[in-house]
Structures are given as structure tokens and as C-alpha cells.
């Protein structure tokens, strides 16, 4: 029985015993308090608390009603009603009937009275997490995993897998991963600013990916330590279409790889799952009907204390460590492509690219010398012939004395060495271009001509593709497009037999079969007559960097763009504060002394980070940013340590300054005026005033009073934007985390490296977005 999970193993106490008492706490609140040991689907001490009440009466009614769900709908239930009573006021009518007498003590569940039921569940053992499904009557499987949990007989309890193909020998593993909840805080946001034209970035937070995977695709995620996030940022290049879908996909993608396994990942088997994320999403994009669009792409998952991150294109991670002056930063991941790295010109260059005004572009044959462009050459007919060129030895001839003559290296007396080895290569070049051109002509010129043809062929448009296969370019819907395809599948099928019999002559026989192969999927592209031109002129825009996601075009039948993800991983500190900043496009470029002194008084304000660092990047049409701060959670605190209030550990004062925009669209009757800002006017008025505030924190009544879009701010004097005392669970879940968090231990203030630091009594929140706008808290007391 060595392999049974933990959670199978039994609970103290009596089962199945429902019971409900109230709690009075030294505060003078009372709870209500549900405990209840069960067996099935396996033993588990069951301990739900509801809300602080100010009378016992309140907490008496809390716990009638969970007693009730909880028979009616068992454990989920009950949940379901502990958040609901946070938000429920009792009234004195609703409570003339409570009577503490009746909630339930030592009450027996339904449908395990008889001992003989009891005991014939009780002989099934049932594994923990979720995702099992009925293998046989003995056996579950993780539908996900392909793991079997053995419930009776000689192996029960055991986990196992078969053999490959599903008819191999059962052999014994050990038990799933027990997810392991780590005593961190993490907040993350993300900025965006288009200053001009179309916004090409997004970006994406799931702050519970195991939530996201259960609601959305249906997958058990219950073996993953715990926080579980993930964070996507897309920057788009030429449109911003691919980014848009990576960013509406990348999570079915990414999940259900996670879902394959119920064991402990290792650190390298995690990157290869955002590597291969990536790889998906590009192969999805090159397959779309936006193949010629492309972003640079990051994506990054949080488990327990590791952070992974993959990139490609233009991107980079910075984790921050230390805060105000002593913040120092260091770079996780930095991903390659940018056009003024030496080594990756010359990969480029090779593969027929070349910048023109600061962009990447296929290479132009009117813009190079004569041994660049024979070296660079796509194709042996390029090497000596122009388009236009007659196709027969004579030519072939004549084109190799005059080129002869310029390239030879003994005429070149006035080239440095560096430039005499390329005349020497391109001299080369010329000679081997020359032997295997007469030879191709000699064999086949038909078959030679054609090979030519398909080289030359623009086979990325569709006309192109279409003259090429010899089939009718009509952009067509859907419903035709798989005849169109075997059409093109046909032709092209028939053309490379026109030139099969050169293979053993020319070496880019690979490269033509390829450019074939190109032009079907091109006709096989789903388009409309209105969306083709537009498609195609993007095929005239060059890039900004050699590595990215999508492009189609710079990517077959010449690798001149390639998709090559990086990763990296970090183990992050249970005890301090670290922020990481995920920069993708402009924000990507920025230095690293400019990023920690922008942000250097926002170490646990992970939207004001954002923001500022959004801002360094003054210059970009677009650009976007995502911040991460992991900070210790302070739930291993002695309760002696934490502050008290005049109204209890539940209850904080605070004021705050509103500042609404256009996407809030509900109701306020608390607005004071609706000065009709977009988001990122309001974003960015919002970072202005909580800087100014940190500077200068007097200034609150007046800045209230002029900025504010809440009553509050006409309230007098120093009352001014105050909220008076908050309870928990009284705001909005985000306002009520946020100023909450600013709950604050005097004796640790000022420690860095405290394990329990948390900020002063006073100290101002970051930039909270809510259902009224976005806010700027301040707490009191």
C-alpha cells in the first residue's frame, strides 16, 4: 500500500457526523462554524467558517444555513453559501425565529445510516484530484494522464499505467504530485498605450490557471502547486491579427499539455511545455487566413515557487529584486532576432534577407554588387541570368565571362581581406553555377525551364500561385476550398515530375519542390476578393526583427525569419519581494537602468510599474508591459503579530480618490461627475496622482477634491474622499484585496528582508481597477 496518495489516508473523529457551532472571538465577533469528517469520495475533515458577525443571532442564522446546503448539496454547496454570507446582511425580521437549539449537532448524513452501505463504500478507496473517470468496475483512469487508480482487490490503492498502445503489462507507479500551496502573494497587471495608429500588443493574466482550465476546457488541474498563474504578452508585427488570436488561444493550447501529467514536473519538462505552446501557435497562425502577420510572443507560468517563461521574437524578462534605491535587476530571459546583432545578419543574409531602412526585407538584387549578389543568389539560374534571360549554353557563356571579369579575385588589388574572401567565394560560386547549368541544359531544357519558372514563381499571392499550378485564381468561400486544393495538389503533382529527372544536378531541387508545395496552401487559404489585396500588401512590409511567430512569407521557401523559442526558469524566494517585468516590442528596448529607476517606488504596485515603464516608451505607436510582483503572503503570521484596530482585525479606515472612464458603463449613484476619459488618459492621470501622492502625501484633501469623480471628494477638509470604516468583503473583490493588503505591522515596517514586512499605516495603494473606475486608496487605521 506504499503508493496511496495521502489524502486517501484516514481522519480523527467520528464520520459523517454533521455538526454546527457558533465561535466567539476575543474581537467580540461570532462565526459560525460547520465541521464534518467524510469518507467518500475519500476521508477528509471537512471545516467551513462563515463571516465575522457583530451578534451571536447572525452567526446563528450563518450556520442554519450552511447546515442546510450542506445536506442538500454537500461540501461545494456550502462553499457556495460562505461567500454568498459575506455579502448577506441579516434583517430583524429574518432573525425573530433564530434559536441556536436548531443547528445541528451529531446529525447523521442521508444515505449513510445503514453500516452495510457505510461499509461498502468504504471498501472502494477513491484517489484524490480530479479528472477520473470508470475504467472498469475496479478501476479509474486519468482521462487526461492515461494513469489507473486500483480501488479493490490485492492492489488497491495502487497507481498504474500500460503499455504502449493500451495492450502492454500493467506496470506500478508512485502516486500523483500532492499539490503543495506556497506562502506567497502574487498580484500581476499589464499596461498598454497606442499613441498613434492601431494597438498591436495584448496582453493576457490568468491569476488561476486551474480555475480557467475547469471552466473553460473542461480539465483537472488539481496536481499543480499552488499559486497557479499564467501570463501571455503578444506584440504584433505588420497587423495586429496574429497576435490577437495567439492571445485569445494561447491557454488551449497551453493547458491541456499541462493536464498530461499528474506527477511532479521537472523544471526542463515545464519549458518544453511553453516552447511547444509556441511552436503550436505558430504553426496555427502560418495555417490561418492571416499567414502574412506575426508578433513577437511571451508567455510565462507561475507553479508554487517557479516561475518559467519562453519567448520569441522581440521580447525579454527582468526580475527586480530590493526596492526604492537598493533595487537591483537582472535579466531571465533575453530573447534573440535583432537585426544589429553581427551573427544573426550573417544568418539572415545567407538565407536571402537584408535591411533596408532599419527593416528586414527579402533580398533586392538591384541594391547589392555583383559578388553580393552572386553569393546571395536564391537559385544556380539567378547566379548567372537575369529574369528576363534567355535560357541556353550560349547564354549561360556569355553571362559567365562578363561576370567573370568583374568578380575574378586577381582584380580585385584594392579590397581588403575581409572583402577578397568574398570575391574569392563568389568567384566560386560563379564556376560551380556555370558547370551545373550547362550540365541541366544539356540533360533536359524543358525540364530546365521549368524548374526556372517554379524558382521565380511568386507563389505567396494567389495570382502568383495560380499561374504557377495553371488553375483559376478566384478567391473562393469555404464550401469549395478542398476542391480547389485537390485541383492544386493535381497540378502541382504534375509539375514536379516536369522537373524531376534534374535532382541529381541542381542543389535547390529541395527548394522548388518546396516553392510547389507553398503555392498549393496558397490556393488552399480561405479569402475573399475585398481582404486579398490588403492580405498581400503586406507581403511589400518588411520586419523589425529575424526571429517572430507567423510571417509566412519570410519564413518558406527561404528561412529568412525563424521561429525558434527560448525559455529560462526562476525558483522564487518565499520571504522577499520580487517583481518581473515581461516586455515584448518598444518597452522591450528600453535599458535596464531606466526600468528600475522609473519603477523603483513601486515594488509591490505591479499596475504602477506598468504604467511607467509603459511610458519610457514615449516614441513606440505602441507598446505594452506586464508586471509580476511575488511578495510572502503573511498567512504564516502569529496572530500576535497582526495589527489591531479600534473596529477589529476585519475592519480597516481608508479614503480614496476615483477616476472614471468610458468603458464603465453601470449606474453610480455615488458619481460626481463623468469627465468622459478613455482608459488610457485615465491610466495615465492615475499614475501622475499616485506619484505625486508619494511624494507629497498632504496633498490628498486637494488633490481629492480636484481629481476625484466620487462624492467623497466634497467631503471638508481632511474628511476629504474618506471611506470611513471598511468591513471585509464589503467592496469589490479587488478593492477589498487591495486595501486590505495595505493592512499594516508597525514593528516589521522599515525590515527588508522581514519574512512578515508589510507596509505603514498611511501608505497608498497602486492603481486598483473596479466596477466604478479605477482607484487610488490610502489606509488610515
Known sequence: MANI?????????????????????????????????????????????????AGRREAVKDGMELGKKFLAEGEAGARSVCLKLKKTKWTPQQLVNVDEKDLYTNHPLPGFRD??????????????????????????????????????????????RQGAGGTGQWVDIEAPHAPQDYDIKVR???????????KFDRAVILNDVTKIARLSLKLALSFVDRPASGFALFQGLRTPEAAQWCAENFHKKLLPRLAEKIHVYKTEELQEILEATLSELDTEVMKSAFPFSGCS????????????????????????????????????LDCEGHLEDEEEQLRFWQAGGMVVDGLLHHQQAEKLDDAKRILCAPSVFDVLLAPDDELDVKQVRGAYRKLALKVHP????????????????????LEESKERLEAMI?????????????????VHTRSGAASLLGVDWTPASDSILEEIEKDALKAAKELKKKFSKLQAFVPDFRQAETICDEAVRTMARPCTLESLPRTEALLKEGLQMSRALGVRDMRSPRSVVVMEPKSAAHFVSTSATVRFALLCGPTSALKDEDLIQRAAAHARRPKASALAWNGLAAEAASSAAVCISISPSGKAEAPAKRQKTAQGADTVRGRHILLRHQQVRQADAMLRRDPGRTVQETEELALKTLET????????????????????????????????WIAKGQMDAPLDEAIFSLAAS?????????PNRSPKVNEFSDVISGSRGLHIFQRLA
Open 746 to 754: 508597525k514593528e516589521t515596517y522599515g525590515i527588508a528582508d522581514h
Open 693 to 724: 501622492l508619494l511624494k507629497t502625501p498632504n496633498q490628498f484633501p486637494k488633490l481629492c477634491r480636484e481629481l476625484s469623480d466620487c462624492q467623497t471628494g466634497e467631503h471638508p477638509g481632511q474628511l476629504c474622499g474618506d471611506l470611513g
Open 410 to 429: 586577381d582584380k580585385q588589388k584594392d579590397k581588403d581581406s575581409v572583402e577578397l574572401k568574398a570575391y574569392q567565394y563568389a568567384f566560386a560560386r
Open 188 to 198: 500581476a497587471a499589464s499596461a498598454s498605450c497606442v499613441r498613434r495608429g492601431t
Open 5 to 53: 496518495h495521502p489524502a486517501c489516508k484516514p481522519v480523527s473523529g467520528e464520520f459523517h457526523l454533521l455538526n454546527v457551532q457558533i465561535k466567539e472571538h476575543v474581537a467580540k465577533s461570532f462565526t459560525a462554524l460547520l465541521t464534518c469528517n467524510i469518507k467518500v469520495p475519500y476521508m477528509k475533515a471537512v471545516n467551513l467558517e462563515g463571516p465575522p458577525r
Open 115 to 160: 453500516s452495510q452501505e457505510l461499509f461498502a463504500k468504504e471498501a472502494e478507496l477513491f484517489p484524490p484530484g480530479e479528472g477520473w473517470i470508470r475504467h472498469s468496475p475496479t478501476m479509474l483512469v486519468h482521462q487526461h494522464s492515461h494513469v489507473y487508480f486500483v480501488q479493490s482487490g490485492e492492489k488497491a490503492g495502487k497507481y498504474c
Open 442 to 458: 544539356e540533360e533536359d531544357l524543358e525540364a530546365c525551364k521549368q524548374m526556372r519558372r517554379v524558382l521565380h514563381a511568386e
Open 297 to 332: 510572443a511571451l508567455l510565462a507560468l507561475l507553479l508554487g515557487n517557479r516561475l518559467v517563461v519562453a519567448g520569441v521574437g522581440d521580447c525579454r524578462v527582468l526580475l527586480l529584486e530590493g526596492e526604492g534605491k537598493a533595487s537591483s535587476a537582472s535579466r531571465l
